[in-house]
């Protein structure tokens, strides 16, 4: 897309939001029915463009990771939307309620909202920003990744049909229409993909000083401690690694553990992996998105192989099903110990002690999710040395289901928070009202200074 067609877009967006700057409760959930009716009207036709995008994907895992996920943050937003939009009773000072002054606080639309998406859930990561942007009162620009190109067509064919040009617009186009995108003058723009692009957006975004929200990545690491149930790791592991083939910014990257635990860990990891999808008879998996990135992924095992780890392959028996590559105790200099895998492979390093494997996360940039296993004593020994956008006790992945919980990174893992409550306040502005009393108070600190000014002054500053 063009200079020429993205202006046009966002002059209607904007003139969208000019004609209605503050939707009332209505008109907000009706943009959300016909969000959810989107969904679950066109979802056929949705799998379909997914699983062309992957080359395979499981459906069962589309309809969940893209589909359910959706529709269950619109939902909880039509449920919430009258409690989140209520202003709230701030306290007033005492020295100006005497004037009769009130003060509260209000959430107000800021206006258009871009939302630049990535290829990994490529329904889901488009969709629920727009949840909260529309629940939020704004109209809305998306531009999906290119990677998924016929999802992006997809929406970009369906969206029309569900909302006017006036309050939610898609774009198609390759990197460089996603440059042009990111320098558009939004009122807010939320970015999903890596850290260096993000880079890039955020300068583009100074120019016109456009509000941020990067969902970015990392290595997510999990914090075996004394005493967890290996199997239960082993389990929660393996799904993370199974599910979108580990394509998923909160997968878990690599696994902390002691050699002894390290020794029992193995085999039942390659139990977890071969039930994985033995239940079934279809094909369940998940491809990884494109030669690139396969290529990526091989790169990666075979520099850990180079740099000293040991490597296994554990793989359903299934042709084409599930396979996990692991890699144990590379050396310091490995990529793998530094980039984020975001693929069916696993590093696995051991560390003597609790101690040593939280210093081993603080080293590197915060994480978008820290996953712990163990009792709760070492739960709060994580919770206490450790910073990451989310702090997972005994699961994986799943705080991504619930609904009211923030989410987003922290330092390199990204910044805001977005989806249910806080995703209605990400794409607000928290505006303050102030409502004067019918005393004039500024007649007091105005010359000619009252005698007791000297008191006045005394007096406010022990309120
Ligand atoms: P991607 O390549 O699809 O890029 C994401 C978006 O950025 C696309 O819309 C693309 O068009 C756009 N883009 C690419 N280059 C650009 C540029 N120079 N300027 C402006 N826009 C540009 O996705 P990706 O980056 O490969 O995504 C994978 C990364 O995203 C991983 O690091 C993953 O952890 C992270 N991620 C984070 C979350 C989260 O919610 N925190 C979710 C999913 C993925």
Same mark, same amino acid.
């Given at each position: ?7 046009p877009s966002l002059?209607?967006? +904007? ?10 409760? #209505? ?27 992957? $080359? ?8 969940? #990771?893209?589909i359910t996920t ?8 039509? *449920? ?81 049909? %569900? ?34 692009? @993000? ?18 990545? &990392? ?8 005493? #967890? ?46 039930? @994985? ?13 494109? #030669? ?28 084409? $099903? %599930? ?27 051991? @560390?003597d002690s609790l ?15 820290? %996953?712990?296993?163990?009792? +709760? ?36 893992? $990204?910044?805001? *928070? ?15 009202? %102030?409502?004067? $009393? ?15 000014? &000297? ?9």
């Open positions: 897309m063009t200079d020429d067609l993205l202006n002059a209607a967006l +904007r003139r969208g939001h000019k004609s209605d700057p503050a939707p009332v409760l #209505a008109t907000r959930l009706d943009r959300l029915r016909r969000l959810r009716a989107l969904l679950l009207e066109r979802e056929a036709d949705l799998l379909d463009a997914l699983s062309h995008d992957f $080359g395979y994907r499981s459906k069962q895992q589309s309809a969940f #990771a893209d959706t529709v269950k943050s619109v939902n909880h937003a039509i *449920k919430n939307l009258s409690f989140w939009m209520q202003s709230q009773r701030r306290q007033t000072d005492l020295s100006l309620r005497f004037s009769g002054a009130r003060c509260e606080s209000a959430y107000t639309p800021k206006g258009v909202v871009g939302i630049l998406s990535p290829w990994n859930f490529p329904i889901n990561l488009a969709l629920s920003p727009l949840a909260s942007a529309l629940a939020a009162g704004n109209t809305a620009f998306i531009k999906p990744s290119e990677i998924t190109a016929a999802t992006a067509e997809r929406l970009a064919h369906l969206i029309p049909e %569900y909302f006017g040009p006036e309050e939610v617009q898609v774009a198609l186009g390759d990197v460089d229409t996603s440059r042009r995108f990111a320098a558009l003058p939004f009122d807010h723009l939320i970015y999903t993909g890596g850290e260096q692009v @993000a880079k890039s957006i955020m300068r583009s975004a100074a120019d016109n000083l456009v509000p941020l929200t990067l969902e970015l990545g &990392g290595k997510c690491p999990v914090i075996v401690g004394p005493g #967890a149930d290996l199997d239960l790791v082993a389990r929660k592991v393996a799904f993370g690694k199974y599910f979108n083939a580990g394509q998923i910014c909160i997968a878990p990257d690599y696994v902390l553990m002691t050699a002894d635990q390290l020794d029992q860990f193995l085999p039942k990891l390659a139990r977890a992996v071969t039930r @994985a999808d033995a239940s079934t008879t279809d094909n369940d998996a998940v491809s990884v998105i494109n #030669a690139r990135h396969k290529q990526r992924l091989e790169q990666l095992i075979s520099d850990a192989k180079n740099k000293g780890a040991q490597l296994h392959h554990f793989a359903s028996e299934k042709p084409g $099903g %599930y396979s996990l590559h692991v890699a144990i105790n590379p050396g310091e200099d490995a990529d793998i110990c530094r980039e984020e895998i975001f693929g069916p492979s696993l590093m696995i390093k051991t @560390a101690a040593s494997q939280i210093a081993m996360v603080g080293e590197g940039p915060h994480p978008l999710a820290i %996953y712990v296993f163990g009792d +709760r004593r070492t739960f709060d020994e994580v919770a206490k040395n450790s910073q990451s956008g989310a702090l997972i006790h005994n699961d994986i992945i799943f705080q991504y289901a619930n609904d009211d919980l923030p989410f987003g990174g922290i330092g390199a893992s $990204g910044m805001g *928070k977005y989806r249910g409550i806080d995703g209605f306040r990400e794409f607000s502005n928290h505006r303050a009202i %102030y409502r004067g $009393g019918g005393i004039d108070v500024s007649k007091m600190v105005t010359p000619p200074y009252p005698r007791i000014f &000297g008191a006045i002054n005394k007096i406010m500053r022990k309120l």
